[in-house]
């Protein structure tokens, strides 16, 4: 790591959106996407869910909102997410996953760009039907140490209840409860629509079939991204 500037007018980074609804696969395929093309995965819910372990005042005022399914306010959620975009570990680009989520939030990001030459590259947006992403949800289990996610049918750990990567115990997130989930469904998308539509003025959208197999989309991002894996 160095102090060197982050923002830098020769090498624009790379930037890469991921949205989609609760569930849809924004992690999962984050976090692949991080080591395949070496750039840093920054996740606006993990920040928060950091954040609340850690007992920080930013944890304690996005805590209310998050256990009951809605939105943190934007003045919370840009500042802290603009300080991650600024760091070190952002200065070859960033794959961004759940910010943004409101306009507000994504005009903040775009002026920031802008005001350094850059730009978000592409919009990646991982359509998958409602009841498919109630069922995801409900079987998904985490690796609170690594992060890996599982889901019990369709991407199970080797050993149940474990992660492969660092045989730590899985858990399940606590806003994963049914009537949680169902308040993300309905005080979410209507927001994460409108930040779609406020991309597709640009022309930089591209709808991803997220029901594919995780390799699949993983695969269909990178071509519609249109950058070459770091390996
Ligand atoms: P956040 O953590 O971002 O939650 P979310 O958007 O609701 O999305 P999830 O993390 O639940 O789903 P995902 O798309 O990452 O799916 P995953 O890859 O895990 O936000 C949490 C809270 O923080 C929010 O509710 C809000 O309160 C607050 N917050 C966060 N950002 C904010 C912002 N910008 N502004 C304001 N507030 C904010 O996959 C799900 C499951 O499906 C897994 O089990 C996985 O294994 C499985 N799976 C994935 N892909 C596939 C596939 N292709 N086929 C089959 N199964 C698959
Ligand atoms: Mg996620």
């Given at each position: 790591m160095t102090d060197e500037p982050v923002l830098d007018r020769d090498h624009e980074r790379l930037i890469l959106l991921l949205v989609g609804a609760v569930g849809a696969g924004k992690g999962t395929q984050a976090k692949l996407l991080s080591s395949e093309l070496g750039l840093v995965h920054l996740a606006s819910g993990n920040l928060f869910r950091e954040a609340l372990a850690a007992g920080t005042p930013l944890g304690e005022s996005a805590r209310e909102y998050m256990e009951a399914g809605e939105l943190v306010p934007d003045e919370l959620t840009i500042a802290m997410f603009m300080d991650e975009l600024a760091k070190p570990a952002a200065k070859a680009g960033a794959i961004l996953?759940?910010?943004?989520?409101t306009v507000g939030q994504a005009r903040a990001l775009d002026r920031t760009l802008a005001e350094n030459g850059e730009r978000i590259r592409r919009v990646l947006y991982i359509d998958v039907p409602k009841e498919a992403l109630i069922r995801r949800v409900a079987g998904r289990w985490i690796c609170p140490t690594c992060g890996t996610t599982y889901h019990e049918d369709t991407n199970p750990p080797r050993?149940?209840?474990?992660?492969?990567?660092?045989g730590t115990s899985l858990r399940q997130r606590d806003d994963d409860r049914p009537e949680v989930v169902r308040a993300r469904l309905d005080k979410q998308v209507p927001p994460m629509l409108e930040v779609l539509s406020h991309y597709e003025r640009e022309g930089i959208v591209d709808r991803i079939?997220?029901?594919?197999?995780i390799d699949a989309v993983t695969d269909d991002i990178l071509s519609h991204a249109g950058v070459p894996a770091a390996s």
């Open positions: 996953d759940g910010f943004p989520r050993a149940s209840g474990t992660c492969d990567r660092d079939d997220g029901t594919q197999p």
